[in-house]
């Protein structure tokens, strides 16, 4: 499925797939016809435009819903101290490009109206107001354990029968950060049936799985991922927004297993090796700020 914003200079310069990923994306709701949609991790719009396009084109806009879910209200690159917002705005972008999803205004504003837009805090903070019976939704997030799979197992009590899950960055931590493999875990634990696009084969960095029926071993296995190593430990309130939503949807041992996790991850925080934690310290002290980003590929080659 290919729509003339596809390759728009604007949506090749800000998105983080592919055209052919962008595609992927088009060509699975093509496929499926889902009727409600959960785009979670917008940044800065892409594949809100094209979704919302495509759905104008197939006269689907009045039958289909396109929810759009970010943490950030900001685009995350928008940060005039990091390097990144100089090179962004010289591709254009308009004068809401410090807004998470601000491509939807500029380049099909006579489509907001028909944008479900949520912003600020996880998806659980939004889930009430989107609704169940979510048919397709697509994650694509931190990249970072437990990210993704906190946001799948929010997500997954308000997920229609045999919803289908598209994921990206699948093979992150081999081109990007070693560290990141959280996208290929989740998408590898997923129970259902998987398709590939074909391109990129055997390392393609996108995929859409059709949930089987869940079943409680499927639930148990989901929950089990968190025991993996975490990049990071949410502050406290999300934390705790996570663990009223396992107590809200979930069978109360899940709950008392989440808690364990959080232990055990906090200790594996506390237990980092002190000269490496005072290396990490001193790097961030002596490097300008806006090379953080270019330092954080430093330290993951030295660090691991």
């Not at 496929?31 to 594949?47: C, D, Q, S, V, W």
């Not at 979704?51 to 995350?76: G, K, V």
């Not at 560290?179 to 049936?193: P, T």
């Not at 406290?236 to 297993?257: A, C, G, T």
Request: glycine share 4%.
């Amino acid at each position: 499925m290919k729509t003339p914003l596809l390759t728009h200079p604007l949506i090749a310069s800000y998105s983080e797939m592919s055209e052919n990923e962008r595609k992927f994306v088009l060509d699975t709701i093509a496929t499926h016809k889902p009727r409600k949609i959960l785009e979670l991790g917008i940044a800065a719009g892409a594949n809100s435009v094209l979704i919302l396009d495509f759905l104008r084109e197939q006269n689907l806009l009045e039958s289909t819903q396109l929810h759009s879910c970010d943490y950030n209200a900001t685009y995350y690159h928008h940060n005039t101290s990091n390097g990144y917002y100089q090179v962004k705005v010289a591709h254009g972008g308009g004068a809401n490009n410090s807004l998470s999803g601000f491509l939807v205004q500029e380049l099909v504003p006579e489509l907001q109206n028909k944008w479900h837009l949520h912003t600020g805090g996880l998806v659980a903070n939004h889930l009430d107001n989107i609704g169940k019976d979510i048919d397709l939704c697509i994650i694509d997030t931190v990249h970072s354990a437990p990210g993704e799979v906190l946001d799948f197992l929010m997500v997954l009590p308000y997920l229609s029968k045999n919803a289908v899950i598209i994921m990206h960055d699948l093979v992150f931590h081999i081109f990007a950060e070693k560290n990141s493999s959280i996208c290929a875990l989740l998408f590898q634990a997923l129970q259902g049936r998987k398709v590939f696009p074909p391109f990129d084969e055997p390392l393609q960095n996108i995929g859409s799985c059709v949930l089987a029926d869940l079943t409680p071993s499927h639930i148990q296995q989901y929950f089990r991922i968190l025991n993996f190593p975490w990049c990071y430990i949410p502050n406290d309130k999300d934390l705790q927004v996570f663990r009223n939503w396992i107590v809200k949807h979930y069978e109360p041992s899940f709950s008392v297993m989440f808690d364990r996790f959080v232990e055990i991850q906090r200790k594996w925080q506390k237990r980092e090796n002190p000269l490496k934690r005072a290396t990490k310290k001193l790097l961030k002290k002596i490097i300008p700020q806006r090379f953080h980003p270019f330092a954080k590929r430093i330290k993951a080659k030295l660090f691991g």
